[in-house]
C-alpha cells in the first residue's frame, strides 16, 4: 500500500475555513487518490471539541477510502475562563491515556460500513500501562471490529480480514 | 479563503506569544495593522480563542521539548541512548509524585500508578518497599559483622601499606569533590540559562551531582554525629573502635562520606539505566578497595556508606523519571 493521508486533531477550530473537516478530507482524498488512514481519537476530539455528535461525525467521512485506523487515548485540558464561567475544557490527543470507549464504539460502526482490509494500529508515546492494559485495549479493538463486521454481514460483499497491530 | 498574508499571520498568532497577546488583548487593532482584506480580517476576529490559546501552550510545551532532546540527540546520541529514562514511571516515581504534588495527591497518584486497571502498582509498591527493608537489615547484619570481627584487623593489616595511596587524598579529598560537583551545577545552569536548555545527559549529570552533595551533608551532619564511630587513624592511635552515639563530628567514621558521595552519584545514574549499574558498580569497587587500603575507613563504614548514598541517588533518580513522565505533551 502506498501513502495514506490522515486526519489530524486540532485543539482550535481550523479559521478562515470554507470547508468543514470531512468535506476538506473527502476532498483530498479524492483528489490525491490515497487510501484515508482514519485516526479515531483524533475524530472523536475534534467532535467533542466543536460540537458534533461522534458518530453522526464519523458517518461523514469518506469511509469506503479508509485502510488504517488509529485508536489512541487523550486528556481533557481547561483553557481560559471567561469572568464569570467555568473554563472551557478540550480534549487534546496526547498518546499517553487508554483509549476511551466511545472510540470503540466508532470503531464498531467503522467496521460495519467500511468495505476494504483494515490495520488497526494502538498508538502510545509514554505513561506506558503494564502490557496487560495495552493487550486488553488491542483485544478491545479486535472485539469492537468484530461485532461492527459481524452487523455489516447484511451489506454487500467485501474482504473481511483485519490486523491489529501495537505501535508505540 | 487562502492567502499568504493570511497564513503568515496566522503562523505568528500560533508561535509568537507577544503577538498573540496582542492579539488576544485587543484583536481589532491588530487585525487592522496586517493588511488583510476584508474576508480574511472578518475570519481573523471570529478565531477560536481558547482554542487558539490551548493550541499555542500545547505547541510550545511540545518545542520545548523537542528542542531539547533535539539538540542533545544532535550532540550526544550515545548518551542520550545511555541515559534515556525508563518507559513507564517506576513504583517510586508514583510514591514521590504522591508526596510532591500536594494540590493534586488523588488525581496524580492515580494517574502514574493506578490507570488502566494497573492494580499491580501497589503489590509493586509494597514488594520494592520490602525490598528496600530487607536489603537494609542485611546490610545491617553485615555491618554488624564487619564492625565487630574485621574492621580493626583490616585496618592494623592495611596501616603500613596506607601510606603509599595515603596521597590520594589530596586529589580526591570531600573538598575537592564536592567543589568539582559544584562547579558541574554550576556549568550546567548557566548553560541552561544561556542556550535556553541542556541536553538530558547534562540535565542527569547535574541531579546526580546534587544528589551527592545533599547526600554527603546528610551524611556528615546527621549520620556521623549519630554514630560517633572514630576513624582509623584515631583507633590506630588508641581510640576506642566503637558507636558513640550522639558524640560524633564530620571526622568520624561511620558511614564513609566518600562512598555516599560515590554511591549518591551512581545510583541516579543506575536507576536510569541498567547497561550503567556493572561500569559504576566496577567503579564504586574501586573506590571502597583504596578507601580501605588507605585506612581513611574502616570495611562497615564503606558497606553503609554506599548502601545509604545508592538509595539516596535511586530515589533521586525515580524523581527525575516522575518528572520527566509527568511533562505535558
Known amino acids: 500500500m502506498g501513502p495514506a493521508v490522515e486526519n489530524i486533531a486540532t485543539l482550535m477550530a481550523p479559521p478562515a475555513s470554507s470547508m468543514d473537516e470531512p468535506e476538506w478530507v473527502a476532498a483530498i482524498t479524492a483528489a490525491a487518490g490515497t487510501p484515508l488512514l482514519l485516526d479515531l481519537h483524533n475524530l472523536y476530539a475534534n467532535a467533542v471539541n466543536f460540537g458534533h455528535e461522534p458518530l453522526a461525525y464519523l458517518m461523514r467521512f469518506p469511509l469506503q477510502q479508509v485502510a488504517i485506523v488509529h485508536i489512541s487515548g487523550g486528556v481533557r485540558i481547561d483553557g481560559p475562563a471567561a469572568p464569570g464561567e467555568p473554563p472551557i475544557a478540550r480534549l487534546l490527543d496526547d498518546h499517553l491515556h487508554d483509549v476511551p470507549d466511545p472510540v470503540y464504539h466508532l470503531l464498531e460502526a467503522l467496521g460495519e460500513r467500511c468495505p476494504r482490509l483494515l490495520t488497526v494500529v494502538l498508538e502510545r508515546d509514554g505513561r506506558f500501562p503494564a502490557m496487560g492494559a495495552l493487550m486488553d485495549q488491542l483485544r478491545r479493538a479486535r472485539a469492537a471490529l468484530a461485532t461492527g463486521r459481524a452487523r455489516g454481514l447484511r451489506r454487500p460483499q467485501r474482504q473481511v480480514s483485519e490486523h491489529a497491530l501495537l505501535a508505540t | ?329
Open chain 2, 1 to 329: 479563503m487562502h492567502s499568504s498574508r493570511l497564513e503568515t499571520f496566522l503562523a505568528r498568532l500560533f508561535t509568537d506569544a507577544e503577538f498573540r497577546e496582542a492579539f488576544i488583548n485587543d484583536a481589532r487593532q491588530v487585525a487592522d495593522a496586517q493588511s488583510l482584506d476584508a474576508a480574511e480580517r472578518d475570519a481573523v476576529l471570529a478565531i477560536d480563542r481558547p482554542g487558539l490559546l490551548l493550541a499555542a501552550r500545547s505547541f510550545a510545551a511540545k518545542r520545548r521539548d523537542t528542542g531539547a532532546r533535539g539538540s542533545s540527540r544532535r550532540l550526544r546520541p550515545r548518551w542520550r541512548q545511555l541515559i534515556r529514562p525508563p518507559a513507564g514511571p517506576g513504583t517510586a516515581s508514583c510514591l514521590l509524585q504522591f508526596f510532591t504534588c500536594a494540590d493534586q495527591r488523588s488525581t496524580r497518584f492515580r494517574d502514574v500508578g493506578l490507570r488502566n486497571g494497573d492494580s499491580l502498582s501497589v503489590k509493586r509498591l509494597i514488594i520494592i518497599i520490602g525490598i528496600w527493608f530487607l536489603s537494609l537489615v542485611a546490610c545491617a547484619a553485615v555491618v554488624a559483622f564487619l564492625f565487630v570481627r574485621m574492621d580493626v584487623p583490616t585496618a592494623l593489616h592495611f596501616w603500613k601499606v596506607s601510606r603509599v595511596v595515603k596521597p590520594l587524598n589530596g586529589a580526591f579529598g570531600a573538598a575537592i569533590v564536592l567543589s568539582a560537583e559544584s562547579a558541574v551545577i554550576l556549568a550546567t545552569v548557566l548553560v541552561r540559562l544561556v542556550r535556553g536548555h541542556i541536553s538530558v545527559f547534562g540535565e542527569t549529570l547535574a541531579i546526580a551531582c546534587l544528589t551527592s552533595i545533599c547526600a554527603y551533608g546528610i551524611n556528615s551532619h546527621v549520620l556521623k554525629v549519630l554514630f560517633g564511630v572514630p576513624n582509623p587513624t584515631d583507633v590506630m592511635h588508641g581510640a576506642t573502635h566503637n558507636f558513640i552515639f550522639w558524640m560524633g563530628s564530620e571526622n568520624s567514621s561511620f558511614p564513609s562520606g566518600h562512598m555516599v558521595l560515590a554511591g549518591a552519584f551512581a545510583g541516579v545514574f543506575m536507576r536510569l539505566n541498567r547497561a550503567s549499574i556493572w561500569p559504576l558498580s566496577a567503579l564504586l569497587l574501586l573506590a571502597a578497595g583504596l578507601l580501605i587500603v588507605g585506612d581513611w575507613h574502616f570495611l562497615s563504614d564503606v558497606v553503609a556508606g554506599t548502601f545509604f548514598g545508592i538509595s539516596a541517588g535511586i530515589l533521586a533518580g525515580e524523581g527525575w523519571a516522575a518528572h520527566l513522565n509527568s511533562e505535558p505533551s
